[in-house]
């Protein structure tokens, strides 16, 4: 029997590092919005943007595969489209926990990573939400 939604959540926040696939430097966006909630708990966190050399004060980087560290938990808000090459950057990478932000998800990218053994978070709660978000 798989693990329950809630029990998946709790994995996922248990991990030492994190990843914003899709860090925003826009503080109205959700990419930026999810870092910033990382950023608040004193979670260790790397932003992802291929376009930006920083996001919120912190080094940004192009891809998964160029953190300085392997990180075990991303968080993915990016267009279902490209969520698809993430899931598969970051078993690359040798992430083990993916959670799609709400509009992030797709059912290929779901299966994809459920493929590649990784744990996934879809479909249901938000970052914000469960960790407790301000503005």
């Known amino acids: ?8 959540v709790e994995t996922f926040l248990a991990q030492g590092a994190f990843a914003v ?7 109205e966006k959700y990419g930026n919005k999810v870092l910033r909630c990382y950023q608040q708990h004193g979670r260790k966190v790397f932003p992802i943007n ?7 004060g912190l080094k940004a980087y192009k891809t998964l595969a160029a953190l300085p560290e392997p990180v075990p938990a991303i968080s993915i808000i990016t267009p279902p489209a490209i969520t698809e ?8 990478a040798g992430v083990k926990h993916v959670w799609m932000q709400p509009g992030a998800e797709s059912v290929e990218a779901v299966r994809a990573a459920e ?3 990784l744990s996934v978070i879809a479909g249901g709660p938000c970052l914000l939400v469960v960790l407790g978000y301000r503005d």
């Open 1 to 8: 029997m798989g693990a329950t939604v809630q029990q998946k």
């Open 85 to 92: 090459q993430v899931v598969r950057d970051a078993a690359s």
């Open 21 to 27: 696939v899709g860090a925003s430097t826009l503080r």
């Open 50 to 56: 291929p376009r930006e050399p920083e996001v919120e």
């Open 115 to 117: 493929e590649l053994g």
